[in-house]
T-cell receptor, first 113, second 115 residues
Framework: DADVTQTPRNRITKTGKRIMLECSQT?????MYWYRQDPGLGLRLIYY???????NKGEISDGYSVSRQAQAKFSLSLESAIPNQTALYFC????????????FGPGTRLLVL | AQSVTQLGSHVSVSEGALVLLRCNYS??????LFWYVQYPNQGLQLLLK??????LVKGINGFEAEFKKSETSFHLTKPSAHMSDAAEYFC?????????????FGSGTRLQVQP
């Protein structure tokens, strides 16, 4: 089984709809991250959480919110989706006691019509 | 703030040829540096990383990278390309300056390997 899972893997939604992307991990890591990937732009950080009570905005947090329900779960919400939020979204985890390496989930491909 | 520049969004090499993917970074303090690979329809996988110590770092699949502080570079190389190396490669730097340790990624380089 994969260590970092994301659901759904693909999602099509309409402008104005609220959607949630979920991430779960079995690695026991304390830190979790949400990125979006757009062609030619690489990965950009949306939000990150260093533990359940420590949530921080990344460089492109506008239009997004997150919830760290437990150490193993980190959800990303789009309160009112817009077409320019169409992207590939990745969740990642890391262990603060073992360096900065991040481990990525398989991604969620989101299309906002 | 940290930044990463990957020179060349697309690189094409012949099978068996040298692979060289360039990465330059800006940082006010010695950073941690990473190379990740993304195969089609998959997430990112760590290739190698530099934290401290030896500046030549060896990774998986025959790749290596050298940290050159004077040039603020961390270029990725492989002596002989295989068809299976075709993928997108991302260089990343850790945000040590703020103490928060988030990663900043370059825009990626897509490697094409010609038979």
């Amino acid at each position: 089984d994969a260590d970092v899972t994301q659901t759904p893997r693909n999602r099509i939604t309409k402008t104005g709809k609220r959607i949630m992307l979920e991430c779960s991990q079995t690695k026991g890591h304390d830190r979790m991250y949400w990125y979006r990937q757009d062609p030619g732009l690489g990965l950009r950080l949306i939000y990150y959480s260093f533990d359940v009570k420590d949530i921080n905005k990344g460089e492109i947090s506008d239009g997004y919110s997150v919830s760290r329900q437990a150490q193993a779960k980190f959800s990303l919400s789009l309160e009112s989706a817009i077409p320019n939020q169409t992207a590939l979204y990745f969740c990642a985890t890391s262990d603060s006691s073992r360096g900065e390496t991040q481990y990525f989930g398989p991604g969620t491909r989101l299309l906002v019509l | 703030a940290q930044s990463v520049t990957q020179l060349g969004s697309h690189v094409s090499v012949s099978e068996g040829a040298l692979v060289l993917l360039r990465c330059n970074y800006s940082s006010s303090v010695p950073p941690y540096l990473f190379w990740y690979v993304q195969y089609p329809n998959q997430g990112l996988q760590l290739l190698l990383k530099y934290t401290t110590g030896a500046t030549l770092v060896k990774g998986i699949n025959g790749f290596e990278a050298e940290f050159k502080k004077s040039e603020t570079s961390f270029h990725l190389t492989k002596p002989s390309a295989h068809m299976s190396d075709a993928a997108e490669y991302f260089c990343a730097v850790s945000d040590l300056g703020t103490g928060r340790r988030a990663l900043t990624f370059g825009s990626g380089t897509r490697l094409q390997v010609q038979p």
